[in-house]
């Protein structure tokens, strides 16, 4: 706790650069609406298949299978980018769930308690190294890495 607090000291600045480090990381995602227009694709697609498939079986066309093939592949390019777009978008959903998470926790925090939070801990903290037995080196998620000189008094 004492790690997190000489990073908080300074409650305001600390909090704006948490929120923003926070949206500029999880907050860039943002769910589109490609989704809609690959579907109008692929209906137009399928569409044009089936009139191929009506013309070339009367008409006996030529030039059908590369026809066919031609807006097969469309198709399957379509499909691809539809299933991208969607999990693209259900990354977004939930990035924008976990920013506001993270931002009611930090308007229900008060930085500068001196108990011990695992929760705070757990959602700031990465990881702790042990660097010898005096000395931790602590990493925020943020980037931010510190040195905590551990005091033993006997």
Sequence with gaps: MT???????????????????VLQVIGSYEASEKETEI?????ACQKKLMEL???????????FE?????IMRKLKELQKARAQTAKENRLAK??????????????????LQREFDEELVRRL????KVVNE????????SGIVMVQRMDFEE
């Design 3 to 21: 790690a997190i607090h000489s990073v908080a000291e300074d409650q305001g600045r600390f909090v704006q650069a948490f929120r923003e480090n």
């Design 39 to 43: 579907l109008k694709q692929i209906e």
């Design 53 to 63: 498939m009506k013309t070339g079986i009367k008409d006996g066309k030529e030039d």
């Design 66 to 70: 590369q026809e066919y093939d031609k």
């Design 94 to 111: 939930s990035c924008q769930q976990r920013t506001a998470d993270l931002e009611q926790y930090v308007k229900k925090t008060s930085w």
């Design 125 to 128: 903290i990465r990881g702790i």
């Design 134 to 141: 005096n000395k931790l080196e602590i990493q925020f998620h």
